[in-house]
């Protein structure tokens, strides 16, 4: 398998991108292409040590900036390390991408460049979280901020397969997150999605639960959780700032006096691994699903650890061939 | 100032409405009418030794409970403790409601019994949660599953004015919750609500600070968060969610083994005291913006001490007067 890393992408690159892909490399095997510039990607693998690592360079010599628009870049900057990685991805070079890059300019490659399988009307952008009893898969969690009943059916079950293939989920629970969970909550684009969700489930396509609260997604009441990208933004922010407040107030209070420090180093090992279960830099990535080859987008503020992870997740998307099974169940999942 | 308190509200009525009303007399001084089965709460307050307090009964035989239809129980039960609470506050026979019953009842009953401020298009309820830096006022939380952009305009103004009048903030700083904080972000209902918000904050008739993320919310970025029902439900019960997520998590971390339960030691206090926080017995309550009386909804699960921060927060809210402020600026808060 061939992984092609947009080198230049995200707030760390191109080091974390190249010391990423290194750690990769050497821990799972595979090829790599990094796509940037090529004169300074070569000096960072030198450093690296990485001569016998299967790891090649594109050259690319422009860069995708935050200034630039995300709509418009890749028509713009033609020779950008996004636009070419898509390219490559497009034309076959590859057989993944990785990028950490701007959120709507990757959207717009995977859709424009790369190209939606037939018959899927919109990508979504899962996110992975931690729950009290394993992980949840929450989409879509922002690449679409206005929806159709029927892109919530195909978020639920592109979930479902992801959530089958990639983490190993047996029957993937779908829940619909709703602001209540009797049958008749919601806006009209919750009761018509339920009303196809439900159908869906009746039928056996998919393992449908019902309605699903906000209080519900950590808690580990369903694999799936489908929602437009608008509220699964909010939701996913609100967890990472309720996470942020609940882990600043928990420091206070371990820095309160003398007593609470001495408490501290008797559980400091224990602490620091919950709350790394928190952390973005061990989720690595996800994929744009929907999309007719593997896309995988890493945290901007990504580290190298966190590309390692992304790459990690993107080999296994690869080999659970995600793509493939929804292109075989598509007539299930269209109206 | 008469406070009537609907005695059989509640998932710990009617013991926890009077002990809660018990100690509000205790210690706020004021007068208070328990609206319930007389018997029962006669012996409840005898218990209590209260034959001293301001604290009155008034007799309704019927009780709504969590198998009524709550657009319908008020008429299909006029003798409830609800309707008959509901009237007297309508009847002027006390300056403010507070009930622990079920919030779409109450909504009902606030909206057509005791009527909305002329020009206010829907009652919000709000929610305060606590930030890095204070409080902050989610609005609306949960009442309005559909808005349109004057609603959140209305919201914006009423979340003000209940931040100035009854929590103390001088200037509050409005936010609306969007899908990233750039002026073009959202969808149609964000996108119309941002320019009203934007002509209002630019006449300097709130204090308009822009779009804020999920994440900003519990960082104290605003003091009001603007959005509507379906939003502000999922957003509050995430963090629910997250909260007790991350509590069961850091409760595991130090029963982990002997040290760790050692450790746990040293930080008890503290760590108790920031998980109140967190606690909705603390807060006590929230009013129905923009009813023409003052109506609390206290939460469901409430015990006596929520109960009696519901009723000290009523008592804010009489003396703070916010009806009278909305009834006197509803010129500036309308399109």
Chains 1, 2 share one sequence.
Not at 21 to 48: H, P, S, T
Not at 52 to 63: G, M, Q, Y
Not at 122 to 137: D, H, I, N, Q, S
Not at 138 to 166: H, R, W
Request: hydrophobic residues 40%; neutral net charge.
């Amino acid at each position: 398998m061939k992984l092609i890393i947009d080198a230049m992408s995200g707030d760390n690159a191109p080091q974390a991108l190249v010391s990423g892909c290194v750690m990769a490399a050497k821990e799972f095997g595979q090829e790599y292409v990094l796509v940037g510039q090529e004169d300074i990607l070569r000096d960072l693998l030198n450093k690296e040590g990485a001569e016998n690592l299967p790891i090649t360079i594109r050259n690319a010599t422009e860069v995708v900036d935050m200034h630039d628009d995300p709509a418009r870049v890749l028509r713009r900057k033609k020779d950008s390390s996004m636009a070419v990685a898509f390219r490559m991805l497009a034309e076959g070079e590859g057989d993944a991408l990785v990028s950490a890059g701007n959120t709507g300019a990757q959207l717009s490659g995977a859709t424009l460049i790369v190209k939606r399988i037939r018959g899927i009307r919109r990508a979504a952008l899962p996110t992975l979280l931690p729950t009290k009893t394993g992980k949840v898969l929450l989409i879509d969690s922002g690449a679409n901020t206005e929806c159709t009943p029927e892109y919530l059916l195909q978020f639920a079950f592109m979930g479902s397969f992801y959530m089958q293939k990639v983490v190993g989920v047996d029957k993937p629970r779908v829940g619909l997150i709703n602001n209540g969970t009797e049958d008749t909550k919601g806006d009209p684009l919750r009761k018509e999605a339920y009303a196809l969700l439900k159908q869906a489930g009746d039928e056996g396509r998919i393992h449908f639960v019902g309605n699903v609260e906000g209080s519900d997604i950590m808690l580990g009441t369903c694999d799936v959780a489908v929602t437009d990208g608008f509220t699964g933004n909010v939701v996913l922010k609100t967890i990472e700032g309720a996470a942020k407040f609940l882990g600043s107030g928990i420091k206070k209070v371990f820095l309160t006096n003398t007593r609470t420090k001495l408490g501290y180093l008797f559980v400091k090992p224990q602490l620091k691994s919950f709350m790394a279960v928190m952390d973005s830099s061990e989720v690595g990535g996800a994929p744009f699903l929907g999309v007719s080859k593997p896309v995988f987008k890493a945290h901007g503020s990504s580290d190298a650890r966190a590309i390692r992870s992304a790459v990690m997740q993107a080999i296994r998307y690869v080999e659970g061939d995600v793509v493939k099974t929804i292109q075989e169940n598509i007539d299930q999942m269209t109206i």
